[in-house]
């Protein structure tokens, strides 16, 4: 099986036996009260999903990420993890002092140890991970509201997951259980495909094409911090159950989530998201057109130009693929590779077209969306 990004799978989960001290000693600590996105970083360090990272970013490693693409040990990683504070806690704060997070619920989630504190240049940090200051762009707007005072340091354990919200707790596998089902079924060569939207019949086509030549895939849809006018969570996860259900092979595809946040990164994303699933064992990745993309802000195939670089440090390899279409002539799903016929006769749907529809009560076409999937979205969005 392919080994995790680094060489081994990190493991910051507090055990049964140490969790009541660490609680208790919660309540005697500094208190960081953090937002989904953060509480969600701490997850993915504690579970192994950012192997090797251990805890959030110092300066010189979100730096060297930022500018390099790199962490200084040399080592692939390409969007900063780092823990922004408020000012007047930052200020009072030292190295070597431990700290308790807390989430929005005021709920324990982990304990860091400050080994750096610092600040950054937040246009340099956005123009060189999202290409573009302007806070239109979600990611940039995260960053620029969070502020400019962060501190670093290892993740000692995490004594609490985030609440979870409509969604199965079956879903939540980490990437030690995700190898184990892996392993379980015999599959060596395994595709992952990332997603934040219902998977439409393009989606569907795509994956399908991949497993032709895969053992199996991992259907592994984004279930963290999202931008607001995202399908929620709960309800893309009604429609991949009801697509995998009625038109899946169930004995070749594996559903659980990534309860890591979105940052619409775009390129630098695509990587992201490629190591995450390496560290799931994956040993190959579905990268499209618009990877992580968002408005006007990357190039078309910009993603997978980006990702080509970096190949032979993933070790997870891409599959790439064109702009999947239905074409009313051939009938069927395509891409410009496989399709004569011109442009007027296929059927293309963007989501913001496909959410107006959806909005008022309009069933997307059967060329795109399955009629089970559009169903529960209609439902959402009338409810909505």
């Given at each position: 099986?392919?080994?995790?990004?680094?060489?081994?799978?990190?493991?910051?989960?507090?055990?049964?036996?140490?969790?009541?001290?660490?609680l208790?000693?919660?309540?005697?600590?500094?208190?960081?009260?953090?937002?989904?996105?953060?509480?969600?970083?701490?997850?993915?360090?504690?579970?192994?999903?950012?192997?090797?990272?251990?805890?959030?970013?110092?300066?010189?490693?979100?730096?060297?990420?930022?500018?390099?693409?790199?962490?200084?040990?040399?080592?692939?990683?390409?969007?900063?993890?780092?823990?922004?504070?408020?000012?007047?806690?930052?200020?009072?704060?030292?190295?070597?002092?431990?700290?308790?997070?807390?989430?929005?619920?005021?709920?324990?989630?982990?304990?860091?140890?400050?080994?750096?504190?610092?600040?950054?240049?937040?246009?340099?940090?956005?123009?060189n991970?999202?290409?573009?200051?302007?806070?239109?762009?979600?990611?940039?707007?995260?960053?620029?509201?969070?502020?400019?005072?962060?501190?670093?340091?290892?993740?000692?354990?995490?004594?609490?997951?985030?609440?979870?919200?409509?969604?199965?707790?079956?879903y939540?596998?980490?990437?030690?259980?995700?190898?184990?089902?892996?392993?379980?079924?015999?599959?060596?060569?395994?595709?992952?495909?990332?997603?934040?939207?219902?998977?439409?019949?393009?989606?569907?086509?795509?994956i399908?094409?991949?497993?032709?030549?895969?053992?199996?895939?991992?259907?592994?849809?984004?279930?963290?911090?999202t931008?607001?006018?995202?399908?929620?969570?709960?309800?893309?996860?009604?429609?991949?159950?009801?697509?995998?259900?009625?038109?899946?092979?169930?004995?070749?595809?594996?559903?659980?989530?990534?309860?890591?946040?979105?940052?619409?990164?775009?390129?630098?994303?695509?990587?992201h998201?490629?190591?995450?699933?390496?560290?799931?064992?994956?040993?190959?990745?579905?990268?499209?057109?618009?990877?992580?993309?968002?408005?006007?802000?990357?190039?078309?195939?910009?993603?997978?130009?980006?990702?080509?670089?970096?190949v032979?440090?993933?070790?997870?390899?891409?599959?790439?693929?064109?702009?999947?279409?239905?074409?009313?002539?051939c009938?069927?799903?395509?891409?410009?590779?496989?399709?004569?016929?011109?442009?007027?006769?296929?059927?293309?749907?963007?989501?913001?077209?496909?959410?107006?529809?959806?909005?008022?009560?309009?069933k997307?076409?059967?060329?795109?969306?399955?009629?089970?999937?559009?169903?529960?979205?209609?439902?959402?969005?009338?409810?909505?």
């Amino acid at each position: 099986m392919i080994k995790p990004h680094g060489g081994k799978l990190v493991n910051r989960l507090a055990g049964p036996d140490e969790r009541e001290e660490l609680l208790k000693k919660m309540e005697s600590l500094p208190k960081i009260y953090a937002g989904d996105r953060y509480v969600g970083h701490c997850e993915m360090i504690a579970i192994g999903g950012y192997s090797p990272l251990e805890g959030f970013m110092t300066k010189e490693e979100a730096e060297e990420v930022i500018r390099n693409v790199h962490l200084p040990s040399g080592l692939l990683w390409s969007i900063p993890i780092v823990l922004p504070v408020d000012e007047e806690l930052w200020k009072s704060l030292k190295v070597g002092d431990e700290v308790a997070i807390y989430d929005k619920h005021n709920r324990p989630i982990a304990i860091i140890v400050v080994e750096d504190k610092y600040t950054l240049d937040l246009d340099f940090y956005c123009e060189n991970v999202f290409k573009t200051t302007d806070e239109n762009h979600p990611g940039v707007a995260f960053v620029k509201s969070a502020g400019n005072h962060f501190i670093g340091g290892e993740l000692l354990r995490l004594v609490n997951r985030p609440v979870r919200e409509g969604i199965d707790e079956f879903y939540y596998q980490d990437p030690a259980q995700v190898r184990k089902v892996i392993e379980e079924k015999g599959w060596k060569r395994v595709v992952a495909f990332q997603t934040r939207n219902p998977i439409h019949r393009a989606h569907e086509y795509i994956i399908k094409c991949a497993l032709e030549t895969m053992d199996g895939a991992l259907i592994h849809p984004l279930v963290g911090e999202t931008k607001k006018d995202d399908i929620p969570a709960p309800v893309r996860m009604k429609c991949y159950e009801v697509l995998i259900n009625n038109y899946f092979n169930k004995n070749r595809v594996h559903l659980s989530v990534l309860p890591a946040p979105m940052h619409y990164a775009g390129p630098r994303e695509a990587v992201h998201h490629m190591l995450m699933r390496k560290n799931y064992g994956c040993t190959h990745m579905i990268i499209g057109r618009d990877h992580a993309g968002v408005g006007d802000y990357y190039g078309t195939y910009e993603a997978q130009e980006f990702v080509d670089q970096f190949v032979d440090e993933l070790e997870i390899q891409p599959l790439k693929f064109e702009h999947a279409f239905y074409c009313t002539i051939c009938e069927n799903m395509a891409t410009s590779k496989t399709c004569p016929h011109p442009k007027d006769v296929h059927i293309h749907l963007s989501g913001t077209k496909v959410r107006t529809m959806l909005r008022e009560g309009k069933k997307p076409p059967k060329e795109f969306s399955r009629p089970e999937v559009a169903s529960i979205l209609i439902a959402w969005a009338q409810g909505k």
